[in-house]
């Protein structure tokens, strides 16, 4: 899957076939730091919730789901970084995290941050399914990397 060797801010190296799986599913995601941002300061805190996400995304794509189900989880995750970016301008604490601790602390077990009424009801069930998803995948990666 991803090269273990990585940067000091935690960047990796994809394997070719993977990278290209990535891009196939998720098209925009090198654009998704900017369209998330306030401030041009939010950027980089945008691709560090990028590299976050992507070994669950590419975790997503080992599953086999069905295409419009990993689109719904694409784009969940994509309004989950959009809520972070918009939640640390409200939560002081939550600004000084690294961003895995403040994405572990907008989910929990049993969903993500409530949304209402910017979402739907539908749409708020979605990003839970795919939060507790996020979560589990989290916590199973901490447990299996005790460095985490």
Not at 117 to 142: G, H, M, V, Y
Request: hydrophobic share 35%.
């Amino acid at each position: 899957m991803a090269d273990s060797r990585g940067s000091a801010e935690g960047a990796f190296i994809l394997d070719p076939g993977y990278a290209q799986r990535l891009r196939q599913a998720v098209p925009d995601l090198d654009d998704w730091p900017q369209s998330w941002h306030v401030e041009p300061a939010d950027i980089p805190v945008g691709l560090q919730i990028v590299q976050v996400l992507t070994p669950f995304l590419l975790h997503l794509l080992d599953q086999g789901l069905a295409k419009a189900t990993l689109r719904r989880h694409r784009d969940n995750l994509w309004t989950l970084g959009g809520e972070l970016i918009r939640c640390r301008y409200d939560d002081d604490e939550l600004a000084k995290k690294h961003v895995k601790d403040a994405l572990r602390q907008l989910i929990q077990d049993d969903g993500g941050p409530l949304m209402w009424p910017r979402i739907t009801e539908s749409e708020q069930d979605s990003l839970d399914a795919t939060c507790r998803k996020l979560n589990r995948f989290l916590r199973e990666s901490a447990s299996a990397d005790p460095s985490d």
